[in-house]
């Protein structure tokens, strides 16, 4: 299986801070195109895709998410916290079954 | 506008099998491409992906579950079904299925999801 990991584990910022968080794969997980998704998760509701292909934001997502990335390295960064981002955000490879998650990060208020 | 929606038992006993159905619409499961997934999380947990079937029967487990899973699709009734057997405690979670197009955004719509207690 290819394991992912995500760091930090908890994150605290403050509205308006630029964050970022890291997902590493234990193998690389980019061909053409690099099969990482990252979710957002608030609680008792289901996680909600934000990013797909490693850079590609779904529809409807705010321009604030950006995604980046290739090969075991990948990111997800929020240029400007809003109050409805705290949350918790999972990483996904889909390049190889199983599809694993990350353990996520919790983001939380400063 | 794609839904999907998970029913099932809200509680089970040890080593009782779990069966879950995932009823959609939207889409249909003769699509080239399209598949519906199932994903849980037990409370305060990461998410774990346990399987998948594909529009073309092609169906994928967990390795680590594969011997208790098995996942179905009714493409008539437009449903997914998960079975699970031999459920323990340490089995307790939201179950989430999904749809997935393959080759593009992965898990990109959601049920709300089921949670499932096992207990005596």
């Known amino acids: 299986d290819i394991q992912m990991t995500q760091s930090p584990s908890t994150l605290s910022a403050s509205v308006g801070d630029r964050v970022t968080i890291t997902c590493r794969a234990s193998?690389?997980?980019?061909?053409?195109?690099?099969?990482l998704a990252w979710y957002q998760q608030k609680p008792g509701k289901a996680p909600k895709l934000l990013i797909y292909?490693?850079?590609t934001l779904e529809s409807g997502v705010p321009s604030r998410f950006s995604g980046s990335g290739s090969g075991t390295e990948f990111t997800l960064t929020i240029s400007s916290l809003q109050p409805d981002d705290f949350a918790t955000y999972y990483c996904?490879?889909?390049?190889?079954?199983?599809?694993?998650f990350g353990q996520g990060t919790k983001l939380e208020i400063k | 506008q794609i839904t999907l929606k998970e029913s099932g038992p809200t509680l089970v006993e040890p080593t009782q099998t779990l069966t879950l159905t995932c009823t959609f619409s939207?889409?249909?499961?003769?699509?080239?491409?399209?598949?519906v997934g199932w994903i849980r999380q037990p409370p305060g947990e990461p998410l774990e992906w346990l399987a998948l079937?594909?529009?073309?029967?092609?169906?994928r487990y967990s390795p680590s579950l594969k011997h208790r899973l098995t996942i179905t699709k009714d493409t008539s009734n437009n449903q997914v079904v998960l079975t699970m057997t031999n459920m323990d405690p340490v089995d307790t979670a939201t179950y989430y299925c999904?749809?997935?197009?393959?080759?593009?955004?992965?898990?990109?719509?959601w049920g709300q999801g089921t949670l499932v207690t096992v207990s005596s």
């Open positions: 999904a749809h997935i197009v393959y080759g593009t955004s992965s898990l990109d719509f």
């Open positions: 939207g889409f249909s499961l003769t699509t080239n491409g399209v598949g």
């Open positions: 079937i594909f529009w073309d029967n092609d169906d």
């Open positions: 193998q690389s997980i980019t061909t053409w195109v690099s099969w």
């Open positions: 292909k490693a850079s």
């Open positions: 996904q490879q889909y390049d190889k079954f199983p599809y694993t």
